[in-house]
């Protein structure tokens, strides 16, 4: 069963772009991680009282927390979807999408119309701002929001 595109869009949308920042935004937050990643490198330097485990681990734990530490801008144009984490920048193409929804502290693109376990998975999520309010509009009038159907139990 194929998935029906929505409606084009109006193509005379603006580009609009936004940055997330979260290491900078919630200082709190970023000391206690800070602690924490001294105390595991702590941890790791006493255990194998070699210098290598420690930059292989502080390796692995820069690269699972660069969304964090490392600002984010997220563009919505034309085209698509683009990502710049520094590190890498990736552009998904509007046709790739279906819908949206809310998540805690952002927004995933999904490619599902209907609401799918493989959301997060084959989606986009994007981290969004104190002011979401044009990111919504923007994303309402080029796909339909899609509502999260509650979470099932399994007996």
């Given at each position: 069963?194929?998935?029906?595109?929505p409606?084009?869009?109006?193509?005379d949308l603006?580009?609009l772009?936004?940055r997330?920042f979260?290491?900078?935004?919630?200082?709190?937050r970023?000391?206690?991680?800070?602690?924490f990643?001294?105390?595991i490198l702590?941890?790791?330097?006493?255990s194998?009282?070699?210098?290598l485990?420690?930059?292989?681990?502080?390796?692995?734990?820069?690269?699972a927390?660069?969304?964090?530490?490392?600002?984010?801008t997220?563009?919505?144009?034309?085209?698509?979807?683009?990502t710049?984490?520094?590190?890498?920048r990736?552009?998904?193409?509007?046709?790739e999408f279906?819908?949206f929804?809310?998540?805690?502290?952002?927004?995933?693109?999904?490619?599902?119309?209907?609401?799918?376990?493989?959301d997060?998975f084959?989606?986009?999520?994007?981290?969004?701002?104190e002011?979401?309010?044009?990111?919504?509009?923007?994303?309402?009038q080029r796909?339909?929001?899609?509502?999260?159907?509650?979470?099932?139990?399994?007996?």
């Open positions: 069963m194929p998935d029906e595109h409606a084009s869009p109006p193509e603006p580009t772009t936004w997330v979260r290491a900078k935004e919630t200082p709190r970023t000391v206690l991680t800070v602690a990643i001294l105390l702590a941890i790791v330097a006493v194998y009282r070699d210098p485990w420690v930059l292989l681990a502080l390796v692995v734990l820069f690269l927390l660069n969304g964090y530490f490392l600002p984010t997220y563009t919505f144009d034309r085209r698509g979807i683009t710049d984490k520094l590190l890498f990736y552009t998904r193409r509007w046709n279906r819908s929804f809310r998540t805690t502290g952002g927004i995933v693109v999904s490619p599902f119309t209907t609401w799918s376990y493989l997060n084959r989606g986009v999520h994007l981290l969004l701002p002011d979401s309010e044009p990111i919504l509009a923007y994303l309402a796909l339909p929001e899609k509502k999260r159907e509650p979470k099932r139990r399994v007996t």
